[in-house]
């Protein structure tokens, strides 16, 4: 089973957490949530890509999203995010996501590009692309 991690690149306020494991539990996804937010470069994030994985296959029923969204939203420290996108290629996470996002402001595309440009963030695609895969593995198994 592959993990869930993410990675901070705080000098350009951007995030990456990639969400990959063949079976997300409500208690890994907030394991990794707060985590993430716990982080101490967490409120220098202006832009967050989370990237489901291929082999997602989420550990919990759709009926549990609007509770999760909940969880989600709650906010230990500051947060400064401006956008966040989901990027997802698979039918099953796409829905996941589609439902997911209804409950925030956030958005969901299926294609790096497309994240790219719905984060619009002040670098350019080459720069952006070269952090994705930079954030491939985490530096730490705690996240950044």
């Keep these: 089973m592959c993990a869930n991690f993410y990675r901070m690149f705080p000098e350009h306020q951007f995030a990456v957490v990639r969400l990959q ?11 990794l949530n707060n985590e993430y937010k716990a982080d101490k470069d967490y409120s220098n994030i202006h832009y967050l890509l989370i990237i489901v994985g291929e082999k997602f296959n989420p550990g919990f029923r759709a009926s ?3 509770k999760l969204s909940r969880i989600y939203r709650i906010e ?8 966040v996108v989901w990027l997802v290629s698979e039918p099953l996470a796409t ?8 409950y925030t402001n956030e958005k969901y595309c299926s294609t790096l590009f497309r994240a790219f440009e719905l984060l619009d963030m002040p670098i ?5 692309s070269s952090l994705i ?3 491939d593995k985490p530096l730490t198994t705690g996240g950044s």
């Design 133 to 135: 895969n930079h954030s």
């Design 95 to 102: 829905a996941m996501a589609h439902i997911f996002v209804s």
């Design 76 to 83: 230990p420290q500051t947060n400064n995010h401006e956008m």
């Design 124 to 128: 350019d695609y080459p720069q952006f």
């Design 21 to 31: 494991s063949e079976n997300l539990t409500e208690q890994e996804a907030l394991r």
């Design 64 to 66: 549990e999203l609007e």
